[in-house]
């Protein structure tokens, strides 16, 4: 039983709190508590069970470090956005709590989703004796798990790594983001980096097409690749990596919009000066565009994503496919969100869930994939992200159609 402080109140905020108040043995105290109180407090209405709520900056780390005093939790599960991560993992030192989150720091200047900023606490950490678990989402998060529990359980060696988001869902707009505008239009548009033989090698957004078919009948769908940032913490615990490489599908309309607000200069991150005023273009587009948790009601469809590993098993080559898949309805029928937010959402509890009880306590800064996946894994099984695993033959290679080349 252990006191718990969310963080953020936004699209995964919601689905975190959902999924923790449905176990208050292991949730017994819940604060809701993000930069807008009246968004924790809506979220709140919708929980059966009373939680609480607070209005906290994240950026402050004072006015955070004396909201972390106040009520000592034993654990933050920040799901704000990745500008906040290190100045919530300094009010966690400060105060002595445990630290979850679900993406990697971001500096608001500079699209880049690096970890040694974050890596850099694992001293602090260590020696405060606090656990910080990092990235325990669903990619990041469950693909890492799903990568680590393949390698400890089907093979002796993984050489080749594909991870693959599909999300099939249709909410009815020609352009909205499924989560955060602003960090996954900076996410999309960014260079493509995958791992390549002891490096990463950097391609041009979206130059690389494959064409995927999803099992279970969720459809077809072309499949992009372009950097994620579990492919660096994955490279680097799996040194036996050749290559490792993270596709996720965009339809045609989506993929027209990007480009043209990309070259009139609507997703820039450079603030510009209007009117005597400095507008940031991006941060003014993601005002424009719907609300990510608001998507709920209108999204109908499914998300696949899993992992293709390639490695040796008694010295023969095999691939393996493990996968989950989640109904967008079904996920509000429950939670009142979209399965993007729910996909995020689920491991984050699950994660916090394994600190708390003790299987993943360990002072430090970790990645998922450096934690035992078997007790995640069960676990996602029973709180709404049941998996399936399946062989592949050893001759399976994806349907490359555009970019051959690397
Ligand atoms: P939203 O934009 O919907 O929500 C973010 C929330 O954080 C909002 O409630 C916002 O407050 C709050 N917030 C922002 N700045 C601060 C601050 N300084 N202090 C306190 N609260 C603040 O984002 P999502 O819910 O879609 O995403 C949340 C996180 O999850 C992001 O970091 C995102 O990158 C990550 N994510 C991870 C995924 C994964 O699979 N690993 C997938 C999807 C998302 P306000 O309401 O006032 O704006």
Not at 24 to 31: A, K, N, Q, R, Y
Not at 233 to 251: D, E, I, T, V, Y
Request: hydrophobic fraction near 40%; charged fraction near 20%.
């Amino acid at each position: 039983m252990a006191k718990v402080i969310i963080i953020g109140a936004g699209g995964v905020g919601g689905v975190v709190a959902h999924k923790c108040a449905q176990l208050p043995e292991v949730f017994s105290d819940i604060l809701l508590a993000s930069r807008t109180e009246a968004k924790c407090k809506a979220i709140a209405e919708q929980i059966g069970r009373p939680i609480r709520t607070a209005q906290v900056d994240a950026d402050n780390v004072a006015e955070l470090t004396a909201l972390l005093e106040k009520e000592q939790p034993e654990l933050v599960i920040n799901v704000a956005l990745p500008y906040q991560d290190l100045s919530i993992m300094d009010a966690c030192l400060n105060a002595g709590v445990n630290y979850l989150d679900t993406a990697n720091y971001e500096p608001p200047d500079t699209a880049r989703f690096e970890y040694h900023w974050q890596w850099a606490y694992r001293e602090r950490f260590e020696q405060a004796g606090l656990t910080a678990l990092l990235g325990s989402g669903f990619d990041p998060g469950a693909t890492n798990m799903f990568t680590a529990y393949l390698a400890k359980h089907y093979f002796d060696e993984i050489e080749e790594l594909d991870i693959i988001d599909v999300n099939g869902g249709d909410h009815g707009y020609p352009f909205a983001t499924n989560f955060n505008p602003e960090i996954n239009i900076r996410e999309v548009s960014a260079e493509c980096r995958h791992w390549e033989g002891g490096q990463f090698v950097t391609t041009p957004p979206m130059s690389k097409m494959a064409r995927f078919e999803c099992p279970d009948e969720v459809g077809s769908y072309n499949i992009y690749r372009m950097y994620h940032e579990e492919l660096e913490s994955l490279a680097k615990h799996f040194p036996s990596l050749k290559r490792a490489q993270f596709w996720m599908s965009f339809g045609d309309s989506y993929l027209k919009h990007l480009e043209v607000l990309g070259n009139v200069g609507m997703t820039g991150i450079e603030p510009v000066e209007y009117n005597g005023v400095e507008v940031v273009p991006i941060q003014f587009l993601a005002k424009l565009l719907p609300d990510p948790s608001t998507l709920g009601p209108r999204t109908k469809g499914k998300t696949c994503i899993g992992c293709i590993v390639r490695g040796r098993k008694d010295g023969q080559e095999k691939v393996m496919y493990l996968y989950n898949i989640c109904d967008h309805e079904a996920c509000y029928a429950e939670v009142q969100s979209q399965a993007i937010s729910y996909t995020t959402g689920v491991p984050a509890m699950i994660g916090a869930k394994m600190i708390l009880e003790g299987h993943w306590k360990r002072p430090g800064v970790w990645n998922m994939e450096q934690c035992d996946p078997d007790p995640f894994m069960a676990d996602m099984n029973q709180y709404g992200l049941s998996w399936q695993v399946v062989e592949l033959d050893p001759g399976f290679r994806l349907d490359v159609r555009k970019g051959a080349e690397l």
